[in-house]
């Protein structure tokens, strides 16, 4: 769909806002916190974006983009040439980062991780449960919305890493109620630490912007794959991914990141068994095999063909 800028604003050093709207004014497709866009930017650059704003508001949705000058460009476009009344195209959100019902959240941001965790909040506070933040980031200076938590008093702690050191993770987490729920995003090694100081795997949610590191067993074998909705199948070779065969034989797939954190080439499994590589398919998720991310995910070792619904 097509969106206008409504507002832009400088958040943080680094750190831009945007509200995108109907051009015309009409209410934009529900959606629940935790949920991310596709800006379809310059030169067919597509990248995703957290929504940041209430759930509850339909007028427009809240993106905040850190601008990263050594990056891929789309953070620079969105912050160099992105300005009020600009359109832009965009997805309709998606969500692997579902906020569970609960009575007590934790959660935990890194830098531009607030973005989905502002959204977070406003659910939590919507359906009336308790939850507390620990937020930390370089400078106080390049950690956006500070001003729009402050309204939470003492919810929020804020711990700048130039002033006190990185967030205090073992003891915040060592010391939860066991019922819970930790959501988390932010740069790798922060989440790495998460997952170290939390044994209930069930209670932790993450969310990660840069695929993690995943070690293979051993060299990539080739498999074959049945695309079973087009009736085609084709093998995948060592070198290659699924998707990267699926394009090749022009089936309707969809993706963007290529990098198994974006989710949206997600795709059923009818029979065979998958290696999951992404970063986005919680471990009882992978564990069920309902699905995999075919930009990066593989056939198991022994399994010499997958049918996927495709």
């Given amino acids: 769909m097509e969106l206008i800028v409504r507002d832009r604003r400088d958040e943080a050093d680094g750190v831009v806002s945007l509200a995108l709207a109907h051009p015309d004014g009409h209410d934009l497709p529900a959606w629940t916190a935790g949920a ?19 759930p509850a508001d339909r007028t427009a949705w809240r993106l905040g983009v850190l601008r990263e000058p050594a990056g891929r460009g789309g953070s620079e476009f969105v912050c160099t040439k992105l300005d009020v009344g600009d359109l832009v195209q965009v997805s309709t959100p998606r969500n692997h980062f579902e906020l569970v019902p609960a009575e007590r959240y934790l959660f935990v941001a890194g830098g531009i991780g607030i973005t989905p965790i502002l959204a977070m909040i406003a659910g939590a506070r919507a359906h009336g449960g308790d939850w507390s933040l620990l937020y930390g980031g370089r400078t106080r200076s390049s950690m956006a919305f500070l001003d729009e938590l402050a309204v939470y008093g003492d919810r929020v702690t804020v711990v700048p890493q130039d002033e006190q050191g990185l967030l205090p993770l073992a003891d915040v987490l060592g010391d939860l109620d066991p019922d819970t729920l930790i959501y988390a995003c932010g740069p790798e090694p922060m989440l790495a ?78 029979a065979g068994r998958a290696e999951h590589r992404d970063s986005v398919l919680e471990s009882d998720e992978q564990a069920e095999n309902s699905c995999l991310l075919i930009c990066v995910s593989r056939a198991e070792r022994g399994c010499t063909t997958l049918r996927l619904d495709l």
């Fill in 36 to 54: 991310h866009v596709d800006l379809a930017l310059d030169e067919g650059i597509v990248r995703q974006y957290s929504l940041s704003s209430d």
């Fill in 193 to 270: 630490a998460v997952e170290a100081a939390v044994p209930d795997r069930d209670a932790l949610h993450l969310e990660r912007f840069t695929p993690k590191v995943i070690e293979g067993e051993g060299p990539d074998e080739a498999f074959e794959v049945e695309f079973a909705a087009s009736g085609l199948t084709a093998t995948v070779p060592a070198g290659a991914s699924i998707l990267e065969i699926a394009e090749e034989l022009d089936l309707p797939v969809d993706f963007s990141c290529r990098e198994g954190t974006c989710g949206s080439c997600e795709t059923p499994i009818l």
